[in-house]
């Protein structure tokens, strides 16, 4: 017997298009809208781990960058903001806040005399070490009820969208 499942948001919005504009092919909106809805949802689950230990999601994405570079958790703003996808304003604005918490610091780059480089504190690394615990608990959660068939069918459709999407590394 096939799986019977509840309409959701898109398909409404399919069905609305459908009606009013039965001349367009309207079937990339139903995968797009929910990959929207999902991205939507998903954040707000996200940030309210995040909230728990007294982080926006931007503040956890720069700190979670530092601590995967591995010790001494320290890199130039150009690989955080580059890694990050956000503007060298942005990501110094971000970094004076992080900074003024003792979660960063910012020292002098021994390679460059008038650059800097940006360093977990101790504080910083320790935050950081539990959230990102908590972190993969909640995505754990997330997605604990799809098997690991499933789960892995929809990486490998998103690496594919991904791939089609993003340009190559080196590429801009």
Request: aromatic fraction near 4%.
């Amino acid at each position: 017997m096939p799986h019977l499942r509840t309409a959701d948001a898109v398909d409404v919005i399919l069905e609305q298009w459908r009606r009013e504009r039965p001349d367009l092919d309207v079937s990339p909106m139903g995968p797009i809208g929910r990959l929207g809805r999902c991205a939507a949802l998903l954040r707000a689950r996200l940030d309210e781990c995040f909230c728990a230990f007294g982080m926006s999601s931007w503040e956890f994405d720069v700190l979670a960058t530092l601590r995967r570079s591995g010790a001494p958790y320290c890199l130039g703003p150009t690989s955080l903001f580059s890694t990050l996808m956000v503007t060298s304003g942005t990501m110094t604005h971000r970094l004076k806040g992080l900074e003024a918490r003792g979660l960063v610091e910012r020292l002098p780059n021994p390679d460059d005399a008038r650059g800097l480089l940006v360093q977990l504190t101790a504080s910083g690394l320790e935050l950081i070490d539990r959230a990102v615990t908590a972190h993969v608990d909640n995505e754990h959660r997330i997605l604990g009820d799809l098997s690991a068939d499933a789960v892995a069918a929809l990486d490998a459709s998103l690496i594919g969208l991904l791939a089609e999407l993003e340009p190559p590394p080196g590429e801009s």
